[in-house]
T-cell receptor, first 115, second 113 residues
Framework: EAQVTQNPRYLITVTGKKLTVTCSQN?????MSWYRQDPGLGLRQIYY???????DKGDVPEGYKVSRKEKRNFPLILESPSPNQTSLYFC??????????????FGPGTRLTVL | AQTVTQSQPEMSVQEAETVTLSCTYD???????LFWYKQPPSRQMILVIR??????QNATENRFSVNFQKAAKSFSLKISDSQLGDAAMYFC??????????FGAGTRLTVKP
């Protein structure tokens, strides 16, 4: 089954404790992206990647890191989480058509709480 | 930077009726994609419909259609014959030339039986 998977689905942690949220897709998509969703703000893009070893900042990259060492995986790293990073996080992937992303397949989301 | 505005935080519609959700955006780019996503209570993000800016014809997917007004930078979603399963948050989104994405704040649609 074609899908985007995220782990964990729920996470409660404490300020400053490094964590990684994994994202994996089995559709051989070039494009992958991370978003955070907060009430009243919609989804905001954190980072995106056009291919292996290529990453770009979205609108809210501060406090986050990503890596794209393999085409299928795009982990999101919070090296020192803070309470303002409490949010619902989505990973998404997409094929590129003539270099452009034309649609996205979203993972199920990760609910992160930072105490 | 491009921005996407959804001016209706909440909308309601009677089952079987038609409802239109509004979306405006601001950009200086000439070629881009616009999307409408649905998010039901399960939180899953589901693509409803998409529109390429260079295409003048409005996109249609079954009961869902858009009114794309490029000069006015407007991209509204019309849902015909509304069903109870249409109840959800709806997000308008913009994909720019750098493949960056921006979403509106969302419109919560309630469908009354």
């Amino acid at each position: 089954e074609a899908q985007v998977t995220q782990n964990p689905r729920y996470l409660i942690t404490v300020t400053g404790k490094k964590l990684t949220v994994t994202c994996s897709q089995n559709m051989n998509h070039e494009y992958m992206s991370w978003y955070r969703q907060d009430p009243g703000l919609g989804l905001r893009q954190i980072y995106y990647s056009m291919n292996v070893e290529v990453t770009d900042k979205g609108d809210v990259p501060e406090g986050y890191k990503v890596s794209r060492k393999e085409k299928r995986n795009f982990p999101l790293i919070l090296e020192s989480p803070s309470p303002n990073q409490t949010s619902l996080y989505f990973c998404a992937s997409s094929p590129l058509l003539a270099g452009f992303m034309a649609t996205q397949y979203f993972g199920p989301g990760t609910r992160l709480t930072v105490l | 930077a491009q921005t996407v505005t959804q001016s209706q935080p909440e909308m309601s519609v009677q089952e079987a009726e038609t409802v239109t959700l509004s979306c405006t955006y601001d950009t200086s780019e000439s070629d881009y994609y616009l999307f409408w996503y649905k998010q039901p209570p399960s939180r899953q993000m589901i693509l409803v419909i998409r529109q390429e800016a260079y295409k003048q014809q409005n996109a249609t997917e079954n009961r869902f259609s858009v009114n794309f007004q490029k000069a006015a930078k407007s991209f509204s979603l019309k849902i015909s014959d509304s069903q109870l399963g249409d109840a959800a948050m709806y997000f308008c989104a913009y994909r720019g030339n750098n493949n960056d994405m921006r979403f509106g704040a969302g419109t919560r649609l309630t469908v009354k039986p």
